[in-house]
């Protein structure tokens, strides 16, 4: 049992951060330098292992033109960069703190040794504002994954610090697909210019809803040519459930939580509802051009403050 002193102590609530029903305070904080997030995170190779650098700290991020957010991020984007490794790979990630809380990162779905599993209190001691703490493991099994902060995490998610984890198998596909996607589905509250962690409970609940840090006009357009296989790699960062359904034509889901599906048991379907911390792989072929919406049917979740159109919609461009 942890002494409540020190768990006072360890949630920061005095720094001014994010948690709690306060918002995240904007004092200090720089608007962002890049404006796409979950995008390859660089590595360099120290003898057989690959070493990724992340530093958490707050930008102002914009999900939509005219509506910024205060953002605690990896790398300085929402989502945070992608890091992509293959099956078998030795992976360390050097996690610096520039957050005015402690954190962690916890390696959602990967299956790493008990101690990097980045849970503050249990398997480790929070990283502190200033720190650096390194991560290591072999990366297993192939599949979708994310990573996120576990420290405060009500808070610290939602205020953008996730990220996609992808592991490709150590023995390459076959027949991979022509366009491989990842999209991460958040919420957000943000009132009177102020942002707060959006949670399930009275006065939390969000108004704005994002595909890897954007809301619909601003989320990006996937394009396709007919014939060609589409991969969708969606993952619920948030903490709401999404029906997320594609015009059309069905999909076949091929991956449920990194885990392939046999072929023989892959569901046809044109909904799938993709709940708090699960992954699923969809994937189709691209028969008809057009442009076909994929969005949320929750249609409140396809609204901006109220607004439709907006938050959790793409547009699938298919062209000849
Ligand atoms: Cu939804």
Known sequence: MHDMSTMEEMSGESSGGGHAMGPASAEGVLPATETRGAQPLDFRLEGDVKVFELTARPVLWEILDGVTVVAWTYNGTVPGPMIRVTEGDRVRVIL???????????????????????????????????????????????????????????????????????????????????????????????????????????????????????????VETINVRVGERVRLRLMSIGQFVHPMHLHGVPFKIVATDGHPVPAAAQLTKDTVSVAPGERYDIEWLATEPGQWMLHCHILHHTTNDGVEPGGLMLIVNVTE
């Open 96 to 218: 610096k703190n520039e957050l005015p809380e402690p954190t962690t990162i916890h390696w959602h779905g990967v299956e790493v040794p008990n101690a990097m599993d980045g849970v503050p209190g249990v398997t480790q001691d929070p990283v502190l504002p200033g720190a650096t703490f390194t991560y290591e493991f072999v990366a297993k099994p192939a599949g979708t994954f994310m990573y996120h902060s576990h420290f405060e995490s009500d808070t610290q998610v939602m205020l953008g610090l996730y990220a996609p984890f992808l592991i490709d198998p150590a023995t390459p596909e076959a027949n991979p697909p022509d366009v491989d996607m990842v999209l991460m589905l958040s919420e957000w509250l943000v009132t009177d210019g102020q942002t707060y962690a959006a949670m399930p409970m009275a006065g939390m609940e969000p108004n704005y809803f994002t595909i890897n840090g954007k809301a619909f006009p601003a």
